[in-house]
């Protein structure tokens, strides 16, 4: 089973259930995609973050640029 997109700070809590129901499922596999935010689509995702998790937005953001060597996006 893939995973997508993981959302650091923001989605990694599901894993483990999705885990257990993909095992349940017959997956003997799984892997994830980590969000990516090419182009106009960081600025997108910044106002969506801001629309509707203002508190954690600065956290996920930071967790992103942690991802990508301190970029929101880095191809």
Not at 1 to 14: A, F, N, R, S, W
Not at 18 to 40: C, F, M, N, Q, S
């Amino acid at each position: 089973m893939l995973m997508g997109p993981l959302i650091p700070g923001l989605t990694e809590h599901e894993i483990p259930n999705l885990l257990e129901a993909a095992a349940e499922a017959g997956a003997k596999t799984a892997g994830y995609v980590l969000l990516r935010l090419p182009w106009g689509v960081a600025q997108l995702f910044e106002d969506w973050l801001e629309r509707h998790f203002p508190e954690r937005r600065q956290r996920i953001l930071n967790r992103v640029r942690a991802t990508r060597d301190g970029k929101i996006y880095d191809a």
